[in-house]
């Protein structure tokens, strides 16, 4: 049986960000959250510490939990209808994997089939093994320069150094609020960072997540973090 526990990152210091981590919670808690998870924990950054300040102790607070998979949330996200129940089922499909819950557009996620293979996540809702969180936790200690300032490319090299694809559920159960909230870390990009297929008012419950046909392949270069890391 699929559990969760859930940690979000959470940008305290940024008046917006404190507006939307409400929303969020609200989310959560019309979905009934604290009912059917083992455990939900804000992570507040009030000091500007940076984002793997944040991301490493939401990471540390899953390899604690007694669940058997932990989400790392951001605090400018939406989630999907009934995301709280559906995303047991979205698990339960590649429970040994790491999910990315959003992914920003790409030409060969097309929607074509029902999931995607990444090189890489996107930080806004992350998914993985509570057994994985601890070895991503040694083995990024181990491997990548503490003053890499980025949160979800250290899990993207853990995955490309490990040998892992990430799977991408589509559609997506998650959109991130890139023309609502500003990056707190000076990001800027032509387009907006947004879901090209977000379920919205859909649930996942009224799709197959065990319909692995035809998946979609989008693997990227990712070779200018390499600089970051200590053993090559």
């Known amino acids: 049986m699929i ?31 604290k009912k059917h998870w083992e ?12 984002a793997w300040w944040t991301a490493k102790r939401c990471w540390e607070n899953g390899s604690l939990s007694n669940a058997t998979h932990h989400i790392l949330m951001q605090d400018d996200i939406v989630i ?36 995607g293979l990444s090189e890489g996540v996107w930080g806004q809702a992350i998914v993985m093994p509570v057994p994985m ?16 300032p980025h949160d979800d490319s250290r899990v993207s090299l853990f995955a490309i150094k490990t040998k892992r694809y990430v799977k991408v559920p589509f559609p997506n159960l998650v ?8 990056s707190v870390m000076g990001n800027r990009w032509i387009k907006p960072r947004v879901s ?8 996942p419950k009224d799709f197959d997540w065990t319909d692995k046909s035809n998946q979609m392949k989008s693997i990227n270069s990712f070779t200018k973090y390499n600089k970051y890391l200590i053993n090559g």
């Open 3 to 33: 559990t969760i526990s859930c940690a979000i990152m959470h940008a305290s210091f940024s008046a917006e960000r404190r507006q939307s981590v409400q929303q969020l919670q609200y989310q959560l808690f019309e979905q009934d959250a």
């Open 39 to 50: 455990s939900i924990k804000i992570v507040e950054d009030g000091y500007k510490q940076g």
């Open 80 to 115: 999907c209808n009934d995301f709280v129940n559906g995303v047991k089922d979205v698990i339960a499909a590649y429970s040994n994997d790491i999910i990315s819950l959003f992914h920003g557009p790409r030409k060969a996620f097309d929607g074509s089939s029902r999931w």
């Open 175 to 182: 959109n991130h609020r890139d023309t609502e909230v500003k």
């Open 133 to 148: 969180v601890k070895e991503f936790l040694e083995w990024e200690k181990r491997n990548i320069d503490p003053s890499f």
């Open 196 to 203: 090209s297929d977000f379920l919205g008012s859909r649930s």
